[in-house]
């Protein structure tokens, strides 16, 4: 397997610019999860979906962010307008509740894209 | 820019050497831990994982100790690579009956092995 694709890897843009990242998960995995890094904020959960189905997004910053699952193998994680706040590596991960990616432990893991670097001017 | 003045943790080691991390986590309720390790460029990968009825674990090289009653978590490597360098996080969360909890992750602390 491939892994978690993400793209673009980086992606320079002004202030005001649309920006849509994209995410492929494990094929199989039923949870797909976008995070956000910054330094000041570590790793912030922005939303994650089961089944294609949006389950929380209580921390997507606010209505400038979007998310959408429209099938099982893609999803992608709007910004619009962007604003150099939201310069920050955006990962994708994803997980399954059935199959594969378990620890020993019988506890589901989170396997990670390399992440999506965004820079805002 | 939104990095000044602030630095991970870092701790400094000699290949070869053995390695302990910390991890003060936040939620006396949490019952399930994970250390994720990260290289440059690269995204979290998980490195092994613990439930609260635990106090060790040991993997590859590699053991974490809870420490339920201070809220504290520690990651051993023994004999340290320089591709151990990393960022490595601590995570936690409170699994559910049914469903699914998220992970809350910790700030990481950078680890960096001299040949």
């Known amino acids: 397997d491939a892994g978690v694709i993400q793209s673009p890897r980086h992606e320079v843009t002004e202030m005001g610019q649309e920006v849509t990242l994209r995410c492929k998960p494990i094929s199989g995995h039923d949870y797909l999860f976008w995070y956000r890094q910054t330094m000041m904020r570590g790793l912030e959960l922005l939303i994650y979906?089961?089944?294609?189905?949006?389950?929380?997004d209580s921390g997507m910053p606010e209505d400038r962010f979007s998310a959408k699952m429209p099938n099982a193998s893609f999803s992608t994680l709007k910004i619009q307008p962007s604003e150099p706040r939201d310069s920050a590596v955006y990962f994708c991960?994803?997980?399954?509740?059935?199959?594969?990616?378990?620890?020993?432990?019988?506890?589901?893991?989170?396997?990670f894209g390399a992440g999506s670097r965004l820079t805002v001017l | 820019g939104e990095n000044v003045g602030l630095h991970l943790p870092t701790l400094s080691v000699q290949e070869g050497d053995n390695s302990i991390i910390n991890c003060a986590y936040s939620?006396?309720?949490?019952?399930?831990f994970i250390w994720y390790k990260q290289e440059s460029g690269k995204g979290p990968q998980f490195i092994i994982d613990?439930?609260?009825?635990?106090d060790k674990r040991q993997g590859q090289r590699v053991t974490v100790l809870l420490n339920k009653t201070v809220k504290h978590l520690s990651l051993q490597i023994a004999a340290t690579q320089p591709g151990d360098s990393a960022v490595y996080f601590c995570?936690?969360?409170?699994?559910?009956?049914?469903?699914?909890?998220?992970?809350?992750f910790g700030k990481g602390t950078m680890l960096l092995v001299s040949p």
């Open positions: 613990i439930r609260s009825n635990m």
């Open positions: 979906f089961n089944n294609n189905v949006p389950i929380d």
């Open positions: 939620n006396s309720a949490s019952d399930y």
């Open positions: 991960a994803s997980s399954s509740h059935t199959r594969g990616g378990r620890s020993s432990l019988g506890a589901n893991v989170l396997t």
């Open positions: 995570a936690e969360t409170r699994r559910p009956l049914s469903g699914y909890s998220t992970l809350t």
